[in-house]
């Protein structure tokens, strides 16, 4: 089965930090530029970030800039997010997809044109 595993997810207190992991399975991420969305209850699932397989550029939407950063090991086959100062607003579950583009594109954050996803793992904000 061709799927992202998502890892790393918990529960924090406000201002703490997780590094989420995101591990392709069935297929080889080698090439592909990954995002990370993330959906909370109620909510529609959005995209947080993007990381290109080409030269590494990423891209941020507002709400996570400066606070989240997305890396990604190609020699492990893994992509990361580190989330620090973790606000109220941040608790969802975390998705890793692609569209099998090499780069990130202006349409990053639609979860439609996304072609593989993982099923997740939640991010919880609570003191």
């Known amino acids: 089965q061709v799927q992202f595993v998502e890892s790393g997810g918990g529960l924090v207190q406000p201002g703490g930090s997780l590094r989420l992991s995101c591990v392709a399975s069935?297929?080889?991420?080698?090439?592909?530029?990954v995002n990370w969305f993330r959906q909370a209850p109620g909510k529609e699932r959005e995209g947080i970030s993007c990381?290109?397989?080409?030269?590494?550029?990423?891209v941020y939407e507002e709400s996570v800039k400066g606070r989240f950063t997305i890396s990604r090991d190609n020699s492990k086959g893994t992509v990361y997010l580190q989330m620090n100062n973790l606000k109220p607003d941040d608790p969802a579950v975390y998705y890793c997809?692609?569209?099998?583009?090499?780069?990130?594109?202006?349409?990053?954050?639609?979860?439609?044109?996304?072609?593989?996803w993982g099923k997740g793992t939640q991010v919880t904000v609570s003191s």
């Open positions: 997809a692609t569209d099998r583009s090499s780069v990130c594109h202006g349409n990053y954050r639609n979860p439609k044109v996304m072609d593989y």
């Open positions: 990381i290109s397989y080409m030269d590494g550029r990423t």
């Open positions: 069935g297929f080889s991420l080698y090439h592909y530029a």
